[in-house]
């Protein structure tokens, strides 16, 4: 085997790892990746504005505004206007939604980054440098994208089949 190909299929690998994590977390938790990790963040932040929100996890405002508008449709998320500060909104986790985050599998990503902090700084660079480069080989370089490891829309809940 070429070993372009042996790079495209540790590829397809990584892609499918990601897929199949988007499914478990869709099917235990009802949640894309993306939602999971705005939870999460409104949960460890406390009283946090949209602007931070986004902020804390490299997600535009207007993506972090249509995935809190589909959280709180499901009655996991609330926003709350400022009573110091009536211009300002925060969102909040509903009970419901601390529930369904208790029992939520973490992100994909929490597993990585923390056997990738593991590695010497020469490695991690090696690594690094190295994925950059395939991302420019792919004319990928430009895309703007969130650090969170999720397969299709990330403002979209997909139907997971049975």
Same mark, same amino acid.
Do not use: C
């Given at each position: 085997m070429?070993?372009?190909e042996?790079?495209?299929?540790?590829?397809?690998?990584?892609?499918?790892a990601?897929d199949?994590?988007?499914?478990k977390l869709?099917?235990v938790?009802?949640l894309?990746g993306p939602?999971?990790?705005l939870?999460?963040?409104?949960r460890? @932040?406390?009283?946090?504005?949209?602007?931070? =929100?986004?902020?804390n996890t490299?997600? @535009?405002? #207007?993506?972090?505004t249509t995935?809190?508008d589909? =959280?709180e449709?499901r009655?996991?998320?609330?926003?709350?206007?400022?009573?110091?500060?009536?211009?300002?909104?925060?969102?909040?986790l509903?009970d419901?939604?601390?529930?369904v985050? #208790?029992?939520a599998?973490?992100p994909?990503?929490e597993n990585?980054v @923390?056997?990738f902090?593991?590695?010497?700084?020469?490695?991690?660079?090696?690594? =690094?440098s190295?994925v950059?480069r395939?991302?420019?080989m792919?004319?990928?370089?430009?895309?703007?994208?969130?650090?969170?490891?999720?397969?299709?829309?990330?403002t979209k809940q997909e139907?997971?089949?049975?």
């Amino acid at each position: 085997m070429d070993k372009h190909e042996e790079v495209l299929i540790a590829l397809r690998q990584i892609i499918r790892a990601i897929d199949l994590h988007s499914r478990k977390l869709n099917k235990v938790a009802g949640l894309t990746g993306p939602q999971l990790v705005l939870m999460r963040a409104i949960r460890d @932040s406390g009283e946090v504005t949209i602007r931070q =929100l986004s902020n804390n996890t490299n997600m @535009s405002q #207007a993506t972090a505004t249509t995935i809190l508008d589909r =959280l709180e449709k499901r009655e996991l998320v609330v926003r709350e206007r400022s009573k110091l500060d009536k211009r300002k909104v925060h969102a909040y986790l509903t009970d419901n939604g601390k529930e369904v985050l #208790a029992k939520a599998p973490l992100p994909l990503q929490e597993n990585f980054v @923390s056997r990738f902090h593991e590695l010497e700084d020469w490695e991690q660079s090696l690594l =690094l440098s190295s994925v950059q480069r395939i991302s420019s080989m792919m004319n990928a370089e430009h895309l703007e994208v969130a650090a969170v490891l999720e397969v299709g829309s990330i403002t979209k809940q997909e139907e997971t089949p049975n």
